[in-house]
């Protein structure tokens, strides 16, 4: 085993802003020598941020912070970091080690550190990354990439391969990514833009953005209204939180919320189409060529036409064809209306 450094310390609660962090490095080595396949961080707190950007000189970084943000010494940080925290970075079988550990049970929140990690590594390489305290980046990587915080949010740019990871305590942004990707946070909203694949995605505390997914792609939120635009593929989606407004959808869809309206603009109907509210109206416009089966029940069922429908028609319910059938069309709004129009 190879041994870059190892120092007595580890971090209390503290957040890193990981893209915009312009501190002077507390500590910095190489990596350039290790071939790098695999990086393993655990700290109890501080921000983890990892690159496989190309161009970038393989290095750790560390970085330490006073939780009272007060410039400290290299000479105080260490004395402090002797005193109250275990840290160890290590290199062995190509996978990079970062393991921060607290001495002491308990300590005072004014007097602790805030110590984070930014990572510049090859882009094949798999992560396993635990915080409690910071939010985590990684970018341009391809692999195995498993992370978690209580205390910060997830940002996401440019992976592929299996992506999972969660928090408690931040929201998630995640784009240009792809393959398997999970991702949940409890206390935020999520965003994902130009992503493809197998893709999970919920949160209890935010709303929902996502534009531009191609995949199969379930998205829940208890907290907040969901937004959409150009998904193609297969989209499950609901909120108990919010209204739900989806545009250019070429898609599978399945969307309900129990607090809000939903409206939904298909560009094409993939095998189906089901959506349902419990307190509020459905707007939604179908394509004019596609053959459908049509089944609508509201307070209300308003539309401007139905060309070639063939089937039964009342201010309430709506069961039949259009262009000869096709595609199911399921839409119930309980104690709302529902509003039809063709493209």
């Known amino acids: 085993m190879k041994t870059i450094f190892t120092l007595l310390f580890a971090c209390a609660l503290g957040t890193f802003a990981l893209a915009q962090d312009n501190r002077t490095p507390y500590s910095t080595q190489s990596l350039a020598n290790d071939a790098i396949s695999s990086v393993k961080v ?9 690159s496989g950007e190309t161009g970038q000189q393989p290095r750790i970084e560390v970085y330490v912070r006073d939780n009272r943000d007060r ?3 290299k000479e105080e940080i260490k004395k402090r970091l002797d005193e109250d925290y275990d840290m160890s970075i290590t290199v062995n079988n190509r996978e990079l080690q970062a393991i921060v550990k607290n001495k002491h049970e308990r300590m005072n929140w004014n007097e602790s550190l805030s110590v984070s990690f930014k990572i510049y590594v090859p882009q094949q ?7 409690s305290g910071g939010g985590i980046h990684l970018d341009n990587l391809k692999g195995n990439e498993q992370f978690s915080t209580s205390g910060g949010g997830l940002e996401i740019n440019t992976v592929n391969g299996t992506i999972h990871g969660t928090t408690s305590g931040g929201g998630i942004d995640v784009k240009n990514s792809g393959d398997n990707i999970s991702l949940v946070t409890s206390g935020g909203g999520i965003t994902a833009e130009n992503c493809k694949g197998e893709i999970y995605l919920r949160t209890s505390g935010g709303g929902l953005v996502l534009n531009d997914l191609k995949g199969t792609i379930h998205a829940t939120t208890s907290g907040g209204g ?4 150009n998904i193609e593929g297969e989209l499950v989606t609901s909120t108990s939180g919010g209204g ?10 399945d969307a309900h919320t129990s607090a809000g309206s939903l409206s939904a603009e298909m560009k094409q109907v993939g095998k189906y189409l089901r959506l349902g509210t419990s307190a509020g109206n459905i707007d939604l416009e179908l394509p004019a060529k596609q053959g459908l089966n049509l089944d609508l029940n509201a307070e209300r069922v308003d539309s401007h036409q139905f060309n070639g429908f063939q089937g039964t028609f ?5 069961h039949g064809t259009v262009n000869g059938g096709g595609a199911s069309v399921d839409a119930n709004a309980n104690s709302g209306h529902i509003h039809v129009s063709f493209n």
């Not at 655990?42 to 990892?50: C, E, N, P, Q, R």
């Open 42 to 50: 655990l700290t109890s707190a501080g921000g983890i941020f990892v």
């Open 226 to 229: 969901v937004r959409g635009e």
């Open 125 to 131: 390489v798999a992560t396993d990354l635990k915080t």
């Open 244 to 253: 739900i407004d989806l545009r250019g959808m070429n898609c599978s869809l």
């Open 314 to 318: 009342d201010e309430r319910h709506v």
């Open 71 to 73: 410039d400290l010494s």
